[in-house]
């Protein structure tokens, strides 16, 4: 869906956005609640001056707006590819970047995150997944990698990946896996704002995402638990 | 190299003698260790080997008589990677810290970054891994990164290290995003030559972290001194609220701007004012950190 499109759907004209490069920021009011909006379009790809910019604006909305919400528009095909982002520590860039966004949340700025396009690997572990509430619509694509780059790097053949992806929800891509692992809380077919208000009164009300979607793993579940819990 | 001189190597170590060695001797007790046989079920689908501790070691031990919680990976299975049950047992043990309150986590991290043979679940266990050390940040439990092993740090666990109080390196240590591998697969060569072992290790080597303020401390290749630095490390509990972030991102602001258009390590070192900056890769540990330390007085950090 595009940008415009999925705003409309969820404010009607009631939004203000700017755009700089691949990154968006603004602000939509629902129900007479202003939200901060903060994310990214065109697939964008996380380079350092990326997650620096989206980092400002949540700094921004923390300093400026104590307890407005934000909303995290997610479309990135994944951190850049780049030497020269290596060279300057783009690991500590998306850190900085996680780290803005776990002190929005504890004081008191829920996250809510919408995957509207593409969630991809550091791109969208440093960014949307690290949200109170994560949610995609249907037709946004989320993965670690392509099954054809997959393929490659675990010289397994592509014929072999697709047949097991077709019973096994850990490796292919795809919302409805993610949706089965908990990494995604649900997806919005339809009526968006209807959505969006539910997640943010759930974000509001629990604020505690990090026991959110147990239960959805119960392999990971059960180990964390037993490690928790067991007496040395 | 002698056997007695591999056992001190953090580098030649496997994840089993580093944190025997790291610890004080005899106080490491393992959680759910390999007689427990928890292993990867997605590996066994694929008719690919498992690890009976899935790749990663955890427990509780000393340090200098401080009740510590550890995890170590193991360079030695599928490249340290975080699958289900690896990453699993790292969310647990960083549950259990905030529970237990110890005097520190310490994390020797040696990961090529999520599995892919079960990627999602991967991504989804280090997205718990990083909230796990940002919960311990905020309840001011010090998390120390130590990172100098086979695979270096990449992938989700680079951005997990980061988030840590404290990153320890040796100069063969490697931290980064992208690991040059994967760069050069997918990119192509003529954007980073993954077989250049000096251009890789001038990239995202321990020397050039530390001197970007990567890594707080650089260690020569000696678990003693990894040792020695971790226990330093448990009293340095550092700042995680809005205004320390502001900070960090005026840090990060200006390394942008002062070396945005470097393309190269020996740049960045020659526009800091290093002396010879092109023999600094050939200095040993000390020498390297005296002539590090001019440029630090200098710049009054």
């Not at chain 1, 791109?123 to 054809?148: K, N």
Request: with cysteine.
């Amino acid at each position: 869906m595009q940008l415009n499109e999925l705003l409309r759907e969820l404010f009607s004209d009631d939004y203000e956005i700017n755009y700089q490069g691949d990154v968006v920021a603004g602000t939509g009011t629902i129900d007479e609640q202003q939200l901060a909006i903060i994310g990214t379009t065109a697939h964008a790809t996380i380079g350092i001056e990326t997650a620096l910019l989206l980092a400002q604006h949540v700094l921004t909305v923390v300093r400026s707006h104590p307890g407005r919400p934000i909303l995290l528009l997610v479309d990135t095909q994944g951190q850049r590819l780049s030497r020269r982002d290596e060279l300057l520590g783009a690991h500590g860039y998306l850190a900085h970047l996680s780290k803005c966004l776990e002190v929005a949340r504890k004081q008191g700025n829920y996250l809510v995150s919408l995957v509207y396009g593409e969630g991809v690997s550091g791109g969208f572990l440093s960014f949307g997944m690290m949200a109170d509430e994560i949610h995609a619509l249907p037709d946004a694509q989320i993965r670690v990698m392509g099954l054809p780059a997959m393929a490659r790097v675990m010289k397994i053949p592509l014929e072999r990946l697709q047949a097991l992806s077709a019973s096994s929800p850990v490796f292919a891509p795809g919302i409805e896996n993610f949706l089965r692992l908990g990494g995604v809380d649900s997806i919005w077919p339809h009526r968006l704002s209807n959505h969006l208000r539910t997640a943010l009164k759930r974000a509001q009300e629990h604020g505690k995402y990090e026991q959110a979607r147990t239960g959805r793993r119960q392999l990971a579940d059960n180990v964390i638990k037993r490690v928790r819990e067991d007496s040395a | 190299m002698s056997p007695s001189l591999a056992a001190h190597s953090f580098y030649e170590a496997n994840a089993r003698q580093r944190v025997a060695a790291l610890l004080d001797t005899g106080s490491f007790q393992e959680l759910l260790g390999p007689q427990e046989r928890v292993t990867s079920p997605h590996l066994r689908k694929l008719e690919l080997p498992v690890a009976f501790d899935d790749g990663v070691i955890i427990g509780t031990g000393l340090l200098g008589g401080n009740k510590v919680l550890i995890a170590a990976q193991e360079d030695g299975f599928m490249g340290g990677s975080v699958g289900e049950v690896h990453g699993a047992k790292i969310t647990g043990l960083l549950q259990r810290a905030l529970a237990s309150r110890p005097q520190g986590v310490l994390l020797l991290l040696d990961s090529g970054g999520v599995r892919l043979h079960e990627a999602n679940a991967g991504l989804i266990a280090v997205a718990h891994i990083l909230r796990g050390i940002l919960q311990l940040r905020h309840a001011g439990i010090p998390c120390i990164a130590l990172i100098g092993g086979t695979n270096g740090c990449f992938g989700g666990m680079g951005i997990v290290a980061r988030c840590c109080d404290t990153v320890i390196m040796s100069e063969e240590g490697r931290l980064g995003l992208s690991g040059p591998e994967v760069i050069e697969t997918v990119a192509g060569v003529e954007e980073f030559d993954a077989r250049d072992r000096a251009l890789v290790w001038r990239t995202v080597g321990g020397k050039q972290r530390y001197l970007l303020g990567e890594a707080q401390r650089l260690v020569p290749d000696d678990i003693a001194a990894f040792r020695a630095a971790a226990l330093a490390a448990l009293t340095l509990s550092s700042s995680f609220d809005l205004s320390a972030l502001e900070a960090e991102h005026v840090v990060l602001e200006n390394r942008l701007a002062r070396f945005g258009d470097c393309s190269d390590t020996l740049e960045i070192w020659n526009r800091m004012g290093l002396p010879d900056a092109e023999q600094l890769p050939l200095l040993d540990n000390e020498a390297f950190l005296a002539v590090a330390t001019t440029i630090q007085s200098r710049r009054g950090a």
